[in-house]
């Protein structure tokens, strides 16, 4: 089981990375789940166009990164039916996400430009 840690603070931000890659799976994300626990993350690879919160019963925090795992924009609280699009979309860098339930990332102070790892 892969952790997803901030690599300046040490912080561990998921005890459990949970990728997907397939259209469909991405697709479906977190949507229909009535409950996620707030200690894993959905990685949805590739997603450089943005995300919906479309069907979801719960609000979620997001980490956009590129390539490299670095943080390219966060968002906090999105909202059930919500679309959600990296700043700039067209021009991001942005590459995949990571999905918590909110309030995961509540006393998280990430910022753009720090690097994340996922690692056991």
Not at 73 to 93: M, Q
Not at 95 to 101: G, L, N, Q, R
Not at 103 to 119: M, S
Request: charged residues 20%; proline residues 5%.
């Amino acid at each position: 089981m892969a952790c997803l840690v901030h690599k300046k603070s040490g912080r561990i931000l998921a005890q459990n990375v949970i990728t997907v890659r397939g259209f469909l799976s991405r697709l479906k994300g977190l949507m229909w789940k009535s409950d996620f626990p707030t200690t894993d993350t959905m990685w949805i690879v590739p997603c450089k166009g943005g995300i919906h919160t479309c069907f979801m019963k719960f609000p979620i925090d997001v980490i956009f990164v590129n390539h490299s795992l670095e943080v390219t924009s966060v968002y906090k609280n999105i909202r059930p039916w919500k679309l959600v699009e990296p700043f700039l979309s067209l021009f991001s860098k942005t590459y995949s996400v990571f999905e918590f339930k909110t309030p995961a990332l509540k006393d998280c102070h990430l910022q753009k430009g720090d690097q994340l790892e996922v690692g056991n």
